[in-house]
Every structure is written in structure tokens, then in C-alpha cells.
């Protein structure tokens, strides 16, 4: 690798190129995190969904295809607040997307996930299993929870929107910040999800938390080639996360109906929206994304509440042959997608990573 590439980051991370694969919940598999290790990157497995079990079980998986890095990622969003009154009346206003799908809304709705704030199982099994890396969205972990985790010799990444939250990492003692720019697919890590935006582009923000803080700083969001990957760290970042432009590869769990909207014209708009989880997050334009663009962010229930309903509707949609009720995340470097083997991918972003550095 060219020597622009930073070195001190890489040498923390156990890795040998830029590149970290996103960590995404339900679309990242032990396959494709073992893959991107194995070519010299940081796999990364999504695990806001899961309990402590599942968790484990994803990173023995991982360590069973291989010994190299692996970063697991959790959700420490603030436990959601019940409001039946706001759940009922979701519930009615998603009645007609129910019908068109020939099924009936669920009767009530609940707090799916566990945030990692209150999964002390969660944090037992991550000191018992030391994954290389653990990596924290919308907020940080309990001071007890970092101490324990660093303990274990854990390195510790955190996403920040903004400056502010960028130095809330820092002072609480993570070591990376993952500057996470409007232009990321998925859930934005924002810390409050109903305070006011800043909407920072990837490369402004990558550029103010470099001289900003003094931890290294990962750019991700709208990255989907080596070119993308050497601006950043052109920009100041230590390394690239890329999500997006791993959901159409082999190893995915991205399932059908999301590849094909993927690989279509609705891949240059995307869209962000709180409807289908309860945070806000950058979907590719689909069913679901129309419905709510005349939905007011007030009336949609608290994350994951929101969510319950949205894997609902989507699986009535799924079993009447429409795929527009998905969680669709994705980036607005969506129509550079690539559908490809991981191996494949990695080794293609590496050789376009060292033409742009040469």
C-alpha cells in the first residue's frame, strides 16, 4: 500500500489496508466480515438486533472462517418510551398499507431490541469473547461499560454527526470516532434523534473532526470505491467504512427484492426517513418511503417501537408479492453498487485505492 496511507490507525485496528465494511444489522454476515479480513480490511457484524446469544454465536461463525480482526457493532440509543395512545394511532395510520397487502396490523406494538445501555448479558459475553473491536451508533455506553470493554483490550469506535458529539466521543475516552456523513445509508448515529440536523456532508465533516479532535477519525457515507477511499484520507481519515457497496455482494443477506430495487433506477433517490424504524435513516426510494413523505416526525413512535411495525408490514408486503415495505438502507453512492463476491470487491477497491494514491 502507498505510503499516504496512515499507519497509526491501521496498526490499532489489526489491519493492513483502509477499508472497514460497515457493520450492517441484518445485511453483514460472518462470511463477508471474514472475508474483508481476510484481504487485509476490518469485517464488521451488526448487532443491534441480537441478543447476547445470537451474538455470540455470530462471532464464534466469524472465527471459525477466520483469525483475523473483527468489529462488532452495537445500538446505545435511549430505551424507548411507550405511548399507546401514539402506538394506536400508528397502527391506524398504517391500516390501509396493511390492507392493500391483504393482512391485518398487529394489535400492539413493543420495544423489539435491547439498547446496549441496559444489556449487561450483552457486555459479559463481549468481555468473555474480546472481539478486536467494538463499535457504539446513536450515543455512547455507560463509563462502567467502556471501562470493562478496555479492560478486556477491546479498541473502541464511536459514530459522530457533528463536532459536538465527535468530542463527547473523545472525552469519554473512545479511541476512534466514525465521522459519519448525511450522505451514509442506514440509521444516522445522531445522539438525539430529535434535535436539529446539521446534515454534515462526509468530506466537510471528515476534514473539521481531523483538526478538530485528537483521536484518528474514520469516513463513512457515500464511499463506494477507491477513489472515495483516498479522498478521504486524503481529507485526514485513517480509513473508509463502506456499506453500501457491500449489499450486493455474495455474501450479503440482502435479500432478493432488495438487490433488485438496488439495482434499479431507485437507487438515485434515496431517501431519509423515520417511518420505517423510528429513526431517521437513508432508504433507497421504495413503497414504504412514499407513504412517508407526508408523515410528520411527530406522530411516529419511538425506535425500535416504530420498527415492530415496519418488519410487519413488510413481511404481509413480502407474502402478497410486493418488496416496496423493506428497510431498504442504503447510501447515495447507491448506483455505484457493484454485485460481486466480498473477496472480489476487496481486492477491486484495493487496486483502485492504490491507482488513485500512485
Given at each position: 500500500?502507498?505510503?499516504?496511507v496512515?499507519?497509526?490507525?491501521l496498526?490499532l485496528?489489526?489491519?493492513?489496508?483502509?477499508?472497514?465494511?460497515?457493520?450492517?444489522?441484518?445485511?453483514?454476515?460472518?462470511?463477508?466480515?471474514?472475508?474483508?479480513?481476510?484481504?487485509g480490511?476490518?469485517?464488521?457484524?451488526?448487532?443491534?438486533?441480537?441478543?447476547?446469544?445470537?451474538?455470540?454465536?455470530?462471532?464464534?461463525?466469524?472465527?471459525?472462517l477466520?483469525?483475523?480482526?473483527?468489529?462488532?457493532?452495537?445500538?446505545?440509543?435511549?430505551p424507548?418510551?411507550?405511548?399507546?395512545?401514539?402506538?394506536?394511532?400508528?397502527?391506524?395510520?398504517?391500516?390501509?398499507?396493511?390492507?392493500?397487502?391483504?393482512?391485518?396490523?398487529?394489535?400492539?406494538?413493543?420495544?423489539?431490541?435491547?439498547?446496549?445501555?441496559?444489556?449487561?448479558?450483552?457486555?459479559?459475553?463481549?468481555?468473555?469473547?474480546?472481539?478486536?473491536?467494538?463499535?457504539?451508533?446513536?450515543?455512547?455506553?455507560?463509563?462502567?461499560?467502556?471501562?470493562?470493554?478496555?479492560?478486556?483490550?477491546?479498541?473502541?469506535?464511536a459514530?459522530?454527526?457533528?463536532?459536538?458529539?465527535?468530542?463527547?466521543?473523545?472525552?469519554?475516552?473512545?479511541?476512534?470516532?466514525?465521522?459519519?456523513?448525511?450522505?451514509?445509508?442506514?440509521?444516522?448515529?445522531?445522539?438525539?434523534?430529535?434535535?436539529?440536523?446539521?446534515?454534515?456532508?462526509?468530506?466537510?465533516?471528515?476534514?473539521?473532526?481531523?483538526?478538530?479532535?485528537?483521536v484518528?477519525?474514520?469516513?463513512?457515507?457515500?464511499?463506494?470505491?477507491?477513489?472515495?477511499?483516498?479522498?478521504?484520507?486524503?481529507?485526514?481519515?485513517?480509513?473508509?467504512?463502506?456499506?453500501?457497496?457491500?449489499?450486493?455482494?455474495?455474501?450479503?443477506?440482502?435479500?432478493?427484492?432488495?438487490?433488485?430495487?438496488?439495482?434499479?433506477?431507485?437507487?438515485?433517490?434515496?431517501?431519509?426517513?423515520?417511518?420505517?424504524?423510528?429513526?431517521?435513516?437513508r432508504?433507497l426510494?421504495?413503497?414504504?418511503?412514499?407513504?412517508?413523505?407526508?408523515?410528520?416526525?411527530?406522530?411516529?413512535?419511538?425506535?425500535?417501537?416504530?420498527?415492530?411495525?415496519?418488519?410487519?408490514?413488510?413481511?404481509?408486503?413480502?407474502?402478497?408479492?410486493?418488496?416496496?415495505?423493506?428497510?431498504?438502507?442504503?447510501?447515495?453512492?447507491?448506483?455505484?453498487?457493484?454485485?460481486?463476491?466480498?473477496?472480489?470487491?476487496?481486492?477491486?477497491?484495493?487496486?483502485?485505492?492504490?491507482?488513485?494514491?500512485?
Amino acid at each position: 500500500m502507498a505510503t499516504r496511507v496512515p499507519s497509526s490507525l491501521l496498526g490499532l485496528l489489526g489491519i493492513k489496508v483502509p477499508i472497514i465494511q460497515a457493520p450492517m444489522a441484518g445485511i453483514s454476515s460472518p462470511a463477508m466480515a471474514a472475508a474483508v479480513s481476510a484481504a487485509g480490511g476490518l469485517g464488521s457484524l451488526g448487532m443491534g438486533a441480537m441478543n447476547a446469544d445470537q451474538a455470540r454465536d455470530a462471532i464464534r461463525e466469524f472465527r471459525r472462517l477466520s483469525d483475523g480482526p473483527l468489529n462488532v457493532n452495537l445500538f446505545v440509543h435511549r430505551p424507548a418510551q411507550a405511548d399507546e395512545a401514539k402506538q394506536a394511532a400508528w397502527l391506524r395510520r398504517l391500516g390501509p398499507e396493511f390492507d392493500g397487502a391483504g393482512a391485518s396490523p398487529p394489535r400492539a406494538l413493543k420495544e423489539i431490541y435491547k439498547s446496549f445501555l441496559v444489556d449487561d448479558d450483552m457486555l459479559a459475553m463481549l468481555v468473555e469473547e474480546r472481539p478486536s473491536v467494538v463499535s457504539f451508533h446513536f450515543g455512547l455506553p455507560r463509563p462502567d461499560q467502556i471501562a470493562a470493554l478496555h479492560g478486556a483490550g477491546i479498541v473502541l469506535m464511536a459514530t459522530a454527526t457533528d463536532v459536538q458529539e465527535a468530542r463527547s466521543i473523545e472525552d469519554a475516552g473512545i479511541d476512534v470516532i466514525v465521522a459519519q456523513g448525511y450522505e451514509a445509508g442506514g440509521h444516522r448515529g445522531v445522539f438525539n434523534p430529535d434535535a436539529e440536523d446539521s446534515q454534515l456532508g462526509t468530506f466537510a465533516l471528515t476534514r473539521l473532526l481531523a483538526q478538530r479532535v485528537g483521536v484518528p477519525v474514520i469516513a463513512t457515507g457515500g464511499i463506494m470505491d477507491g477513489a472515495g477511499i483516498a479522498a478521504a484520507l486524503e481529507l485526514g481519515a485513517g480509513a473508509a467504512q463502506l456499506g453500501t457497496a457491500f449489499v450486493a455482494t455474495d455474501e450479503s443477506l440482502a435479500d432478493a427484492g432488495y438487490r433488485k430495487i438496488l439495482a434499479s433506477d431507485a437507487a438515485y433517490a434515496t431517501v431519509m426517513t423515520r417511518v420505517i424504524s423510528g429513526r431517521p435513516a437513508r432508504s433507497l426510494a421504495n413503497r414504504f418511503t412514499r407513504f412517508g413523505a407526508g408523515v410528520a416526525d411527530d406522530v411516529v413512535p419511538d425506535y425500535p417501537i416504530t420498527y415492530d411495525a415496519g418488519k410487519a408490514l413488510n413481511a404481509a408486503g413480502r407474502a402478497a408479492g410486493e418488496a416496496g415495505y423493506g428497510a431498504h438502507w442504503a447510501g447515495q453512492g447507491a448506483p455505484l453498487a457493484r454485485s460481486m463476491s466480498s473477496p472480489t470487491l476487496m481486492q477491486t477497491l484495493i487496486g483502485e485505492l492504490e491507482r488513485a494514491l500512485a
